[in-house]
């Protein structure tokens, strides 16, 4: 069994915020293997979240069950490169300024759908088409996402037991509003 010993040393240094010597450096050695994990992450959750909206789409769409849709996401690196180019937006908007930040989500908010619904879309054309897509219909997806969000606060008293059911609902709902957007546009 691994015995941990902490010295005066490791111990002010961790009152006082140093915590190099407590961890022995090792996060400064590891910062490739924690990039290199970030990417890992992000292409895991992009690919989800993808499969996810193909999902949703095809429920919508044809109201069968479909697992295939979630899993056709990874064997592409585009969802990852969307998800990285939309955080940029966002992080550099949120940086600027709150409101642009939240301005530019609701924008790209239509990203994933638009992959899942075109999986053969440049990747610029995807956040073109969103933007065209949400042009003036930003206000009805915040309301959308702030009653969800309301909702999933009040999952908290069902210690989120009601979350199983209100996930896929929040989802396909999603899935409804890129439809509606579509026809408007069309």
Known sequence: MAQIIINHQSLFGLLTGNTSELYGGLLGSN?????LALFFSLFIVAAI?????????HLYRSNEIDTKEL???????????????????VVLGGVLFLVPGVIL?????????????DPDVGIIEVFERSERLTRNYKWQFLAL????SFYMLVGLFTLG?????LIPKYYVAYAVFY????????
């Open 31 to 35: 910062i490739p293997l924690i990039i």
């Open 49 to 57: 979240t993808t499969g996810i909206s193909a999902f949703s789409l």
């Open 71 to 89: 899993e056709k996401f990874f064997y592409t690196p585009k969802p990852l490169i969307v998800t990285l180019i939309y955080l940029v937006f």
């Open 105 to 117: 989500a609701l924008m790209f908010s239509q990203i994933y759908f638009i992959l899942a619904d």
């Open 145 to 148: 996402g702030l009653e969800f």
């Open 161 to 165: 037991i009601w979350w199983v059911w």
């Open 179 to 186: 439809e509606e957007l579509k026809k408007e546009n069309n």
